[in-house]
Nanobody, 122 residues
Framework: QVQLVDTGGGLVQAGGSLRLSCLAS????????MGWFRQRPDEEREFVAAITRTGSSTSYGASVKGRFTISRDNVKNTVYLQMNSLKFEDTAVYYC???????????????WGQGTQVTVSS
């Protein structure tokens, strides 16, 4: 069983930056592709970013491309989401997730973090 703990959320001013972290335990971290998703009230879960097992490739949702960067450290068993140029519309609960496959589809992911709230003030 893989456990994921999301941290780093908080309140930030529009235009600012924030870095989320997700620490994994259990299983073998390098066996999993990792992703970040977000969800706003009354909206469906939205794909944010994904990264391959080795970190060789990444993928981003259209709304965050160019502003967010996903990365991973397989020694620290941690995946990160660097968020720059934050907008009010980025306000959401952000979840990290682990998958046996590199994919943008949330339904494929096997394990999920508890979520961390990101609030961007205008």
């Amino acid at each position: 069983q893989v456990q994921l703990v999301d941290t780093g959320g908080g309140l930030v001013q529009a235009g600012g930056s924030l870095r989320l972290s997700c620490l994994a335990s259990g299983g073998t971290f390098s066996d999993y592709a990792m992703g970040w998703f977000r969800q706003r009230p009354d909206e469906e879960r939205e794909f944010v970013a994904a990264i391959t097992r080795t970190g060789s490739s990444t993928s981003y949702g259209a709304s965050v491309k160019g502003r967010f960067t996903i990365s991973r450290d397989n020694v620290k068993n941690t995946v990160y989401l660097q968020m720059n140029s934050l907008k009010f519309e980025d306000t959401a609960v952000y979840y990290c997730a682990a998958s046996a496959y590199y994919t943008t589809y949330g339904n494929v992911y096997l394990y999920w973090g508890q979520g961390t709230q990101v609030t961007v003030s205008s």
